[in-house]
């Protein structure tokens, strides 16, 4: 059973930056694929972005350039560090885990298996 834990949400003021955490634990696999999600009211949920086991990323258009996934295996963690924040982004956004998964270069879409709860991000502008 992989559980996941979001952190580092708040209120951030349009072209400022945030770092998300998601500290994550059960995941044993060799293989597997870890990414930030998010949903903004009355939207759909769409993907940020997606990192595997490999190292390989891959990025919604919206945000290349601006917004880096990275893991530290050590820590056991997850980061999303997002630079000039648009208004258009505030969402709650949750991390997420498939087991045996491999990044497709371009692609973020990913249909996980485990989700965390959580975390709101604001931009005020």
């Known amino acids: 059973q992989v559980q996941l834990v979001e952190s580092g949400g708040g209120s951030v003021q349009a072209g400022g930056s945030l770092r998300l955490s998601c500290a994550h634990s059960?995941?044993?696999?060799?293989?597997?694929?870890l990414g930030w999600f998010r949903q903004a009211p009355g939207k759909e949920r769409e993907g940020v972005a997606t990192?595997?086991?490999?190292?390989?990323?891959a990025y919604a258009d919206s945000v290349k350039g601006r917004f880096t996934i990275s893991t530290d295996n050590a820590k056991n963690t997850l980061y999303l560090q997002m630079n000039s924040l648009k208004p258009e982004v505030t969402a709650m956004y949750y991390c997420?885990?498939?087991?045996?998964?491999?990044?497709?270069?371009?692609?973020?879409?990913?249909?996980?298996?485990?989700w965390g709860k959580g975390t709101l991000v604001t931009i005020s502008s």
């Open positions: 997420a885990a498939e087991p045996w998964c491999t990044v497709v270069a371009g692609s973020v879409y990913v249909d996980m298996d485990y």
């Open positions: 990192i595997d086991s490999d190292g390989s990323t």
């Open positions: 059960g995941n044993t696999y060799r293989t597997y694929c």
